[in-house]
Nanobody
Framework: QVQLVESGGGLVQAGGSLSLSCVASGSGFTINTMGWYRQAPGKQRELVAVITSRGVTTYADSVKGRFTISKDNAMTTVYLQMDSLKPEDTAVYYC???????????????WGQGTLVTVSS
């Protein structure tokens, strides 16, 4: 069983910074990727940033140069440093992981409970 626990988030003024973290726990699996998605009111959930076990990162165009995703060496914790925040960054941010179990290899996707980030103008 894979569990994700998020922390961080909150209220910040535009131009400010926030940091999110997500810890994965459980056993019997290998983490392939960890990342962050967000969902604003009335909008679909969208990718923010993802990092692979090898440290390869992918960012949404809207956050490039402002957000930084990183992980610990054990790939059990992922961080999202958010700088130069804008009101349009306001959303519930969800931690996501894709893990592998097996053999034979079976890929599973899990989500955290979400944490609210509010950026005031």
């Amino acid at each position: 069983q894979v569990q994700l626990v998020e922390s961080g988030g909150g209220l910040v003024q535009a131009g400010g910074s926030l940091s999110l973290s997500c810890v994965a726990s459980g056993s019997g699996f290998t983490i392939n990727t960890m990342g962050w998605y967000r969902q604003a009111p009335g909008k679909q959930r969208e990718l923010v940033a993802v990092i692979t076990s090898r440290g390869v990162t992918t960012y949404a165009d809207s956050v490039k140069g402002r957000f930084t995703i990183s992980k610990d060496n054990a790939m059990t914790t992922v961080y999202l440093q958010m700088d130069s925040l804008k009101p349009e960054d306001t959303a519930v941010y969800y931690c996501n992981t894709i893990v592998v179990r097996g053999p034979p290899p079976t890929y599973l996707e899990r989500w955290g409970q979400g944490t609210l980030v509010t950026v005031s103008s």
